[in-house]
Every structure is written in C-alpha cells, then in structure tokens.
C-alpha cells in the first residue's frame, strides 16, 4: 500500500520531470532520449485533457454542497449546473453525432450545430456581459481608490495619469498634436515598467524552479494528498 | 454637508451614469480620432510586409468572447494583411473558454472579402486543442501529431498546405491573440526553444508584462490592447486601399471606431481621480 501511495507516484514524478531535462541537454541524434521526450510531451496532453474532469467533479462537489444547504448565493450554483449539464449534454451528444446533434461545430453546409448555437448566442454574449461590467467598477474603485495619500501613491497615479493619456489621442491633442505623451509612454512602458516586470518573472521562475526541483527528488509530498505521519 | 464631503461621498451610481454616457455615445456619433503608430505594431507590420505567397504564418486564437471587443479587431487585421500579401495561413485555438468560436467568426469576418483564398491552399483552420504547454511544445516536433485532421475533419495528410508545414520550422511567424498566459508561453517557451518570431496581440490589461519580451527579443512586436489594433489598422488603411474600404464600411466594429469610446473613457475615469484627489487634499488641508 505504501509503495502505491508513496513510492511509486514518487518515482513517476522524478521520472517526469527528469526525462524532459536530461533529453534537453543531450544530442537530437541520441534517439533514446528523443522517443521518450516525444512520448512524454504525447502523455502531457492526454492527462492535461483529464485535469478539465477534475475541474468538473470539483465544480459538481462544491455547487451540490452549496445547493443541498441553502447556502447565499444558491440559485446561481443550481443556474451553473444547469447550464454546464446542458452544454455537457449537447455536446456530448454531438461528438456521438446522435439524432438532430450532428458535431460540435459547423455542419457540412455552413449552419451551426446545436452546440455552436449555444456557445455563440448563450455563452459568448454572457462572458462578455461579465467583461463589460469592469468598466463600470474600475471607473468607481479609480475614483475611491487612487489618492495621493503618500508619495509612493503620487507617483503611481502620476505614472497611471500618464499612461491613460499617452494611450489615447486626447493625450496628443492637449498637447497641440505633438506626440510627446505616447513617447513618454512608451519610454515609461520600455524601462520602468520592464524592468520591474522582468524581476517578477525572474523571481517567480526562480520560486518555480525550486519548487520543481523539491518535487522531482522528493521533498515537497504535499501535491501527493498524503496524511501528517503517512 | 459641505462640497467636499459630497464630492467624497458621490453615489458610485453617478459614476456609472458617466461611464454609460461616455460609452455610447462615441458609439453612436463617431468622433474620428488621429491615430499615432507605436514601434512594438510598426515592427509586426514591416515583418508581415517582408513575407510573401511562399511563406505560411500561424494565427493562434488564444482569447474568448470576454476580450473579443479588444483581441477581433487586432486579429481580423492582421489576417486581412496576411491575405492581402497571399501569405499562407495557418489558423488553430488553444484557450478553451471560447477560443475555436473566436477563431471561426474571424476567419468568416475576413475571408468574406477574400473570395479568392481557398481552404486548405491559402489557408487552414486547425481548429482547438487542449494542453497548452504541452500542445505547444509538441507542435515543434511535429503538427500532424497534435492536429491529426483540421476543423472541419479533413485529415492532414489530405491538406495540401500542410504537406509543406511539418512544424515550427516550416513557418516565418506565429501571431498569438491572447488574454492570458497563452501568449507568454508563446514567447518564453516556444521562441526560447525553437526560435521560431513570435507577435502576440493582447488585451490593454495585460500589455504590461508583454514588454519584458519584447525587450529581450523574445517577441517581434505586440498589439497592445485596442490602441494596438487601431494602430495596425491606420497601418492597413494607409497602405492597403481595399482594406480602406473595407474599414469605411458602416456597421462593421473596428479598434480605430472602438478608440473614439475608450478616449472618452479614460478621460472620464482621469477626470473622477482629478476631482477625488481635489477633494481628499483639500479636505486634508482643512482639517
């Protein structure tokens, strides 16, 4: 039991991320290494596709929990359970080509199918409703939120004034045409901004490095699900 | 109660009024204004105009219908000047939230003015392929692996265009519309490894983070936001005269149309933190 629950997912995640690494430095020409990256990179896909049946029992479990104790909010769970069960369904049905459900896509003579239909006229227009509604709290919380209440907070609302302007033509047109605003931007776009973006990644690659290399020797367990003393 | 405390206190309904009015009505009287190229889209469009009918870019719909206002325009230009140059086509989705329908309705927006590309010569739609990294990472060794049959279920060996296409190596550059990791994986994996030019064309949020690539060469250029695609599109209109008419047509929703909206936008939101901040100095003076 132990080699199953602790053992054997040990050795398959060293596995993983070993070959990749190893194949990395060696010589296409070595084929060895080439066919078991290339079956790898073929597996990766397959259990990618499986992490969307997770996201799905993980969705079902907590919508079902929310809707069996009347939790705030439960009519939108059940709305979304509905919703993803229909186009689950349609879909399904669709990949299976049974009755009026012929594909998922288009059919051969440009008209949509059942499941193109829905996500066209239901899902797109929702998605971006919700999108649209940003606007609207980001003026409001602009508004609340950016004060110069110190001077790290002047400078970012200076810079943000700065790059909202430079962004639009009014930027141009108060300053009688002259692009000087879209050139600061730009400047403040290239080196400011990048090279605050580039220690972010540095330090976030670095984190995931490590952490990538605690869990091919096997210190970091936790992803392994396993109790304190296990 | 003073101004001031008004003024700090306004019902965040008002400040939606504002927004609503400052959207809709550059919508419905368009105001037309002058748009300024910026370098990172000048870059994308000189790469477009050195390529030629023998050469095959690859169009990756890595957005949905939430950013589509921001990323259709961008993406329907950049086809039209492919097609308009007889540049070969690739096209394939990886964002799962919408990507494949954002990629069809492009494709039949643009290739309704291009009457004479034929599928699977000019142009191949690949259609959506979970994975990401991995998808991505395969594609390089071999695009018929990840890609068996294109969208519509012709296999690919059938496809004349992708007999000449085997993998990255074969295309002169790949163009990622995406709002969100996507296209970072596309400049920081795929041109890390396999070298192939990569542009991405991203939504105005997430530009930012873009500029770290572009810097360090990892990218050819980037379409930032709205104002990106207006600018690519002034870029066609000035050079291209069908695509003139094409962009003069009424009804159809352009980023140059869409820019009359967020110029008002931003102006509004300046014009709310200029008086927010008026109103909290002065009420810090007082007291």
New interface residues.
Partial sequence: MRFLRLQMPLMLTALAGLIPIVAFFMSPDVEWSQWLK?RL??Y??II??FA?LLGVVNVVQSNVRKIERRQKGWPYGATLLFGMLAMATIGILGSFRVGPFQGI??T?DGGRTPF?WG??FV???L??T??ALL??F???A???A????NLEATIL?VAA?VV??G????G??ILG?R?YL?KFT?WL??WP??AA??GI?IGAALGAASLSLRVIVGIERSFLGLEKNE | MDWLTKLMSLDRRYIFLFVAIGTALPILFPIGFKVSITPPVRNIYDKVESLGPEDVVMFSFDYGPSTSPENDPMADATLRHCLSRGIKVIVIALYPVGGVTMADQSLSRVLADFPQVRRGIDYVHLGYKSGSQATMKQMGESMAAVFPTDRYGTPLEEIPLMKRVRNYDDMRLVVSFATGIIGEWWANLINAQFHVPIAVGCTAVSAPKYYAYLNSGQMIGLLGGLKGASEYEKLLIDHYPDARATYDRAGLYTAIKGMDAQTVIHTVILVFIILGNVAFLAGRGKR
């Fill in positions: 290339d990179e073929r990766m896909v990618a596709s969307i896509g288009y051969p193109q996500a066209e899902f797109s227009p998605q971006a919700m999108f606007a609207f980001m003026a409001s602009a508004f609340r950016f004060r110069a209440r609302l004034g909202m302007l962004r639009i033509p009014f141009e047109s045409g692009p879209a730009e776009m290239d901004n990048a973006q580039r990644m």
